[in-house]
């Protein structure tokens, strides 16, 4: 906020089917500024928003963003070659994850360094016990990772 908005009461709200509800609750210090941190129930997308109190109605929502949450999990790589278990041919350019739990087509948000990518499961596996997704070649190559990497997933 701007300096000299000083104390004010800054809410973080998260949009919960059609209504915003508070997650986490802070306020400004002297120069204006404010640091809240809150721990999501859920891995996936989650649509954010701060409310700051004693401003004109016009200004009282500061932000609105979308957050990705994210867990860590172990990946390796496999293919090309063959068809994948949703149906589609495997090729050296495929992007996308096996997962064996997720339905095929779910979309699955990876990051690993300072890359980030958003593919579909069109496959089933990993069948090595520790690891979550297997990636195709062209998704390990999107995110620089190496044969076996933690990455971080967003499902």
Request: a positive charge.
């Amino acid at each position: 906020t701007r300096p000299g908005l000083s104390g004010r009461s800054i809410a973080v709200q998260a949009l919960d089917g059609r209504r915003w509800v508070q997650v986490a609750r802070t306020s400004t210090d002297r120069q204006g500024n404010f640091v809240e941190r809150f721990w999501p129930r859920r891995i996936g997308r989650l649509a954010l928003r701060l409310r700051a109190s004693g401003l004109t109605a016009g200004r009282t929502i500061l932000s609105g963003r979308v957050a990705t949450i994210y867990h860590a999990v172990i990946a390796s790589w496999y293919g090309p070659g063959g068809m994948t278990a949703c149906g589609e041919a495997l090729a050296a350019t495929t992007m996308g994850v096996a997962n064996k739990t997720l339905p095929c087509g779910t979309l699955v948000t990876l990051h690993y360094g300072n890359r980030t990518v958003r593919v579909p499961v069109i496959d089933r596996g990993p069948y090595v016990p520790g690891r979550s997704y297997d990636l195709t070649y062209a998704t390990k190559l999107a995110l620089g990772a190496g044969d076996v990497s933690q990455i971080w997933a967003s499902a």
